[in-house]
């Protein structure tokens, strides 16, 4: 048992349990010395995955290169993922009374929206196993461009009518702009990144994803009360055109055959090794001690069939729309392979931990201005985005937790041998956990006192407005943890699954977007935003109760998973 952590009966590899860390206490100097190592102040951090001989390999690109091809990664999850959504969100009373259409019918302008980004979902995974990710977030970046621009359009139809249903067109056009960026970007950390280079990166898509909805409709909600609804969209749509060139310049194919390196497999096996030390402390030497049997990590430099001849694509080649076909497996079998995942525990646990608790920070966005509108509060369109300061604060927040997260798999990894598990992913949670606690249910002990009358208040409207926009802050919070360390948990434990982890994580929680979007606004005014509030906490606490569980059965999980047949002939 590994620190709580099951084992289980197997001797064959498991992704997500790696030697991460040199431990000279059992002096592997057979496995360390064939097995590259991080620079600096990394060099007692072996690189998980072992970087091929390919120059091509984008494990090796030089550091500008990966680091631009994120960094727009980055931004286009900002202009195409994170900003469509929120953009209306505090402008809903308002926007409803200029088009004439109830309140729902706004909300519904990014349900419809986000429906279409979970229905495409899969779609997109499979052209991404089949083609690779570059064509995937090229086309996006087009659809998002025609949607926006078409959103700018709806404004100068000559009917009300007409108007909503050009702008809702529009919006769903920027869901198909939105769905790479949402569901592959995450996986393409890992295809561009060693393991302990992920956390802050995945924290920054995260803060991106979940969390930067908040700053766009801080600057969303002055910006409609200033110069209208049509100004929105005509400040994203030159913005997008530039992020989209970024994307054709600087973001190249991630995916990589490694297959055709030609590199073995060759592993380390933990006992074997801490077996051979201790035969070298009794005067047996290492060519007497018992040879590894499995391992943890691929050679690079010794592996046999290598063609180091191999030349680095320059950067014209790089532009290139398509690299070939990464997949010979059909549409309808990858398909498949994507909701056989369903039967992984681990994946209903993320589900859980990520995708519903994600719902529920944005299906209370759908609510915050019919909460917030009328009195006792009476805030002004402009004065509705300023609540999502609080978010916006805590999802800055929310970017320790990838580097937290990084520090307590490698403290867990060294009280462990050396050895991480990838269920050192879960700790983090309790700090969601605690956070999350105070900000739901001060969030509805706050709103109570809203619904008092005046003499009756321990707080005042104004300071109610505050302080539940630091408690909706710490809610944004605890989301950016726990969607980070869920994040990660499927980089380690399931890195040839994650891209169909991702869509389906993905899936789900637009899913639930558009759900929230028809009935939570109805759920509201009937029930209280209070009560809604007490709902969500309850039903987040509940929810992570399941990581215990999660942590301790989770390596023989992934032992099950690995054995099963019918998962290798999807993927073979």
């Not at 994120?70 to 900002?78: D, G, S, T, Y």
Request: glycine letters at 8%; aromatic letters at 12%.
């Amino acid at each position: 048992m590994a620190l709580g952590i099951l084992e289980p009966r197997t001797d064959s590899r498991l992704p997500g349990t790696e030697l991460l860390v040199d431990d000279d206490q059992y002096e592997r100097e057979g496995a360390q010395g064939r097995l590259k190592h991080g620079k600096g102040k990394k060099t007692d951090i072996i690189l998980i995955p072992q970087p091929s001989d390919d120059p091509n390999d984008p494990l090796l690109w030089p550091t500008w290169k990966r680091e631009s091809a994120f960094f727009f990664i980055f931004l286009n999850c900002i202009v195409f993922a994170a900003c469509p959504g929120p953009m209306i969100a505090p402008a809903t009373v308002a926007l409803a009374s200029q088009l004439h259409v109830p309140i729902k019918h706004v909300a519904q302008l990014s349900g419809y929206q986000l429906l279409i980004v979970g229905a495409l979902g899969p779609l997109v995974s499979v052209f991404a196993q089949k083609y690779g990710k570059r064509p995937q977030f090229l086309v996006a970046s087009v659809f998002g461009v025609i949607g926006t621009g078409i959103c700018v359009a709806s404004f100068s139809e000559a009917s009300l009518k007409t108007s909503y249903r050009v702008l809702l067109a529009g919006r769903m056009i920027q869901g198909i702009g939105t769905t790479a960026y949402e569901s592959l970007s995450v996986a393409a950390i890992g295809d561009m990144f060693f393991l302990h280079e992920r956390g802050l990166r995945t924290a920054l898509l995260v803060l991106t994803l979940a969390s930067m909805s908040s700053f766009i409709a801080v600057v969303a909600g002055k910006l409609f009360e200033d110069l209208g609804a049509r100004m929105l969209f005509v400040v994203l749509l030159p913005i997008q055109a530039v992020a989209a060139v970024g994307v054709v310049l600087f973001v190249p194919e991630m995916q990589f055959r490694r297959e055709e390196t030609g590199s073995d497999n060759i592993t380390v096996d933990v006992a074997a090794e801490e077996k051979n030390a201790s035969e070298k402390h009794e005067g047996v030497t290492d060519s007497q001690a018992t040879t590894p049997r499995y391992a943890n990590s691929t050679t690079t430099s010794t592996a046999r069939g290598t063609d180091p001849t191999k030349r680095r694509r320059t950067f014209l080649q790089d532009l290139r729309v398509s690299s070939g076909t990464y997949s010979q497996d059909s549409t309808f079998k990858l398909l498949g392979s994507i909701f056989i995942h369903f039967l992984n525990p681990a994946v209903l646990w993320i589900q859980i931990v990520s995708a519903v608790l994600v719902s529920f920070f944005v299906g209370t966005a759908y609510t915050l201005a019919q909460t917030f509108t009328p009195p006792p509060y009476r805030l002004t369109v402009s004065q509705n985005g300023y609540f999502f300061s609080g978010a916006l604060i805590g999802g800055v927040i929310g970017i320790i937790s990838g580097p937290l997260c990084d520090f307590i798999a490698r403290r867990l990894a060294r009280r462990n041998k050396g050895i991480f598990e990838a269920e050192f992913r879960i700790p983090i949670c309790v700090v969601a956990v605690v956070v999350f606690g105070v900000g739901w249910f001060v969030f509805g002990w706050a709103l109570d006192e809203g619904k008092k009358a005046a003499g009756e208040r321990v707080i005042g409207p104004g300071q109610i407005v505050v302080v539940c926009s630091v408690c909706y802050g710490c809610v944004c919070f605890a989301t950016s943890v726990a969607s980070t360390g869920a994040g990660l948990y499927v980089l380690d434990a399931f890195p040839n699954h994650a891209t169909e982890i991702f869509i389906l994580q993905m899936m789900i929680k637009n899913f639930l977007f558009y759900a929230f979007s028809s009935f939570i606004n109805d759920f509201a005014a009937e029930k209280g935003p209070a009560h809604m509030a007490r709902v969500f906490g309850i039903a987040t606490l509940a929810g992570f109760t399941t990581c215990v569980p999660m942590y301790v059965f989770g390596k023989i999980n992934r032992a099950a998973v690995s054995r099963w047949r019918w998962m290798r002939s999807f993927r073979s």
